[in-house]
T-cell receptor, first 110, second 116 residues
Framework: SQQGEEDPQALSIQEGENATMNCSYK?????LQWYRQNSGRGLVHLIL?????REKHSGRLRVTLDTSKKSSSLLITASRAADTASYFC??????????FGTGTSLTVIP | NAGVMQNPRHLVRRRGQEARLRCSPM?????VYWYRQLPEEGLKFMVY????????ESGMPKERFSAEFPKEGPSILRIQQVVRGDSAAYFC??????????????FGEGSWLTVV
């Protein structure tokens, strides 16, 4: 079974609002990464957070990691229509590969 | 600095034909990963290769699928005798080191296979 599961599956917000997506995983990890995928395109790396980090920022992105709860959240502040995409978390628990969840589909309404 | 290059971007095959998907990793990357994405689903790991070696093929179907990453040239994902259920997007990713060492893997734009 997959390591990561995102929640919610779909999210629709107005431009300017904040969007929060969550990721839960099952086993201990070394790192957790978030990716974005626009429709019909490949995945673009957004941010990596290591297991010994609790929070990380990159521009309008804020990622938190709670290893005790085996969960992570991605916050996109002041959303824009261009943020419309699917967002995936990926974990590398088992060493040789990254496990992806099923993603959160974000729609930002102009 | 070219990213991960995949071709073809779109491929249509009739049932029973063979599909060959190619992936050239980013310059300096010797680790290649293949993932499959079915419509409205996440990415499922298929295989992880280093030059001339298959490191982990735990996600590869036992039959009809094979992958290679020769010393020279791109990595190839080969699907023999394709069936409709093989229709999916196949993504290649590359990294300079193995997963678990805190490095990012970089994805290509994918190859969309349609089996008719």
């Amino acid at each position: 079974s997959q390591q990561g599961e995102e929640d919610p599956q779909a999210l629709s917000i107005q431009e300017g609002e904040n969007a929060t997506m969550n990721c839960s995983y099952k086993t201990s990890i070394n790192n957790l990464q978030w990716y974005r995928q626009n429709s019909g395109r490949g995945l673009v790396h957004l941010i990596l957070i290591r297991s010994n980090e609790r929070e990380k920022h990159s521009g309008r992105l804020r990622v938190t990691l709670d290893t005790s709860k085996k969960s992570s959240s991605l916050l996109i502040t002041a959303s824009r229509a261009a943020d419309t995409a699917s967002y995936f978390c990926a974990t590398d628990a088992l060493g040789n590969q990254f496990y992806f969840g099923t993603g959160t589909s974000l729609t930002v309404i102009p | 600095n070219a990213g991960v290059m995949q071709n073809p971007r779109h491929l249509v095959r009739r049932r029973g034909q063979e599909a060959r998907l190619r992936c050239s990793p980013m310059k300096g990357h010797s680790h290649v990963y293949w993932y499959r994405q079915l419509p409205e689903e996440g990415l499922k790991f298929m295989v992880y290769l280093q030059k001339e070696n298959i490191i982990d093929e735990s996600g590869m179907p036992k039959e009809r699928f094979s992958a290679e990453f020769p010393k020279e040239g791109p990595s190839i994902l080969r699907i023999q005798q394709v069936v409709r259920g093989d229709s999916a997007a196949y993504f290649c990713a590359s990294s300079p080191w193995t997963a678990g060492t805190g490095n990012t893997i970089y994805f290509g734009e994918g190859s969309w296979l349609t089996v008719v």
